[in-house]
């Protein structure tokens, strides 16, 4: 996303050329399915941004002056440049807390009172591990906002307030590309996934389900309500009997029936 995100800003700035080079054979994988990545990218390649998939660096060429005159890619190709941005994921600094003998994994390791291993020492934000509530993966807190919330949490209990993080929902992105809006949430694949595209107002929703739980969503083109399905996917309540209504972005009556069954909060 931010590589995206880069390469948008860069063409807005004025530059020429601007060409992403993808591992994967499309566009935001881990985000995103088939139909909404070529949405985006649909819109970044009629901004002017070029894409090669299915491509990996594997060294940036110097000039005669030492400055960055080229990208080689494995394949052999060598892409003349100027400027190169690398965007490949995150990766937690957890060196602090290890050669202090801390337990760390995926990041550092807390309990569910984000104590480290280390008595009275606290972690929280990007460079912890934690469990994903839907998936019960083990993966590296990588979001803002579960950063603020893990540092309340932390100082909560730093002071003695004993007050248990709850497992975060650690799928949850949401960006502009252009004009296309995009908001992905939870799980990409589940036992039931319901989508319905329209071409006319380039508009996609998909919704998955695990039971009768909406277990992640994508939109994009339109993005209105994706807080209620976003509390939807957070509340593990049953969603299956509104899935009509979310489908076709109806959810206004969604909000109004869910929020005063209880089944979902903010
Ligand atoms: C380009 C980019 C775009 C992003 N976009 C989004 C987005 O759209 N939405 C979203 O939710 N998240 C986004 N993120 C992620 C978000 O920024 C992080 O999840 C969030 O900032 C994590 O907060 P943090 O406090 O854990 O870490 P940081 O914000 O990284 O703060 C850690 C601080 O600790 C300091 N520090 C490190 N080591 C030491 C030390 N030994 N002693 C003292 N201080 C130290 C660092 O200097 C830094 O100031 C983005 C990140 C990047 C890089």
Known sequence: MVGLKAALALKQAGLEKITVVVTSPRLLTRQLDDRAAAMVERELAGRGIDFIYNARVSAFLPGPAGNLAAVLLEDGRELPCGLAVVAKGVRPNAALVAEAGGRVGRGILVDEYLCTSLPDVYAAGDCIQVTDRLTGEKVNSALW???????????????????????????????????????????????????????????????????HRLAGFILAGRVEGAGIYTALVKSGRPAWGYRHQMLQGRVGSVFLQTFLSGTISF
Do not use: I, K
């Open 145 to 211: 906002t579960l950063a603020f919330e893990q540092g309340r949490h932390a100082a909560t209990n730093m002071l003695g307030l004993r007050r248990p993080y709850p497992a975060p929902l650690t799928r949850l992105n949401s960006a502009r590309f252009g004009a296309v809006d995009v908001v992905s949430v939870g799980r990409l694949e589940g036992e039931e996934v319901l989508a319905e595209y329209d071409a006319l107002q380039r508009t996609y929703r998909r919704l998955v389900f695990h039971g």
